[in-house]
T-cell receptor, first 114, second 114 residues
Framework: DVKVTQSSRYLVKRTGEKVFLECVQDMDHENMFWYRQDPGLGLRLIYFSYDVKMKEKGDIPEGYSVSREKKERFSLILESASTNQTSMYLC?????????????FGPGTRLTVL | AQKVTQAQTEISVVEKEDVTLDCVYETRDTTYYLFWYKQPPSGELVFLIRRNSFDEQNEISGRYSWNFQKSTSSFNFTITASQVVDSAVYFCALSEEGTYKYIFGTGTRLKVLA
């Protein structure tokens, strides 16, 4: 059974903390994605990676960075967390081929920044 | 510009009723892909269907059916004889050929009452 796992389901952090969200997939997918989900806004792409050490900004990259040192792992980093980054964060992966292939999602991390 | 509109924010039905979730999209490309995903309370988006722009055949899978009409730029999803387990948030998404980005709608929350 294919799997995308995320390190935490729930996370509470304080303003100004550095936050790491980890995502691991076991499907040998080339593409990995980080989304943010907010009520009434749907899913918005933060960053995309199409290979190890390769990344591209999505629609809302400000305040975030990413790291992909291994094919199966894609990390989202909040350098200095702020309250407006309280949200649900979803990781996804897909085969190379971009537009046609469906994305497989992890269960999400609900982050609260106090 | 790309856009996906799911005008229905929330729908409530009684079990065994049929329900249709609307999806209207905008794109200037002639080649594109449309997707439906289900997000149950567990949080993980589950892929339901993919359609490419050259295939307007309707599709049926068990109690689920999809109606793709290019003339009205719509890709609607019907659940026949709804069940409580269908309760979830449903997302429609668009991807254009040659891009990695999905454009998600804001989602429709379906509540099926016993």
């Amino acid at each position: 059974d294919v799997k995308v796992t995320q390190s935490s389901r729930y996370l509470v952090k304080r303003t100004g903390e550095k936050v790491f969200l980890e995502c691991v997939q076991d499907m040998d997918h080339e593409n990995m994605f980080w989304y943010r989900q907010d009520p009434g806004l749907g899913l918005r792409l933060i960053y995309f990676s199409y290979d190890v050490k390769m990344k591209e900004k999505g629609d809302i990259p400000e305040g975030y960075s990413v790291s992909r040192e291994k094919k199966e792992r894609f990390s989202l980093i909040l350098e200095s967390a702020s309250t407006n980054q309280t949200s649900m964060y979803l990781c996804a992966s897909s085969l190379r081929g971009i537009s046609y292939n469906e994305q497989f999602f992890g269960p999400g991390t609900r982050l609260t920044v106090l | 510009a790309q856009k996906v509109t799911q005008a229905q924010t929330e729908i409530s039905v009684v079990e065994k009723e049929d329900v249709t979730l609307d999806c209207v999209y905008e794109t200037r490309d002639t080649t594109y892909y449309l997707f439906w995903y289900k997000q149950p309370p567990s949080g993980e988006l589950v892929f339901l269907i993919r359609r490419n722009s050259f295939d307007e055949q309707n599709e049926i899978s068990g109690r689920y059916s999809w109606n793709f009409q290019k003339s009205t730029s719509s890709f609607n999803f019907t659940i026949t004889a709804s069940q409580v387990v269908d309760s979830a948030v449903y997302f429609c998404a668009l991807s254009e050929e040659g891009t990695y980005k999905y454009i998600f709608g804001t989602g429709t929350r379906l509540k099926v009452l016993a």
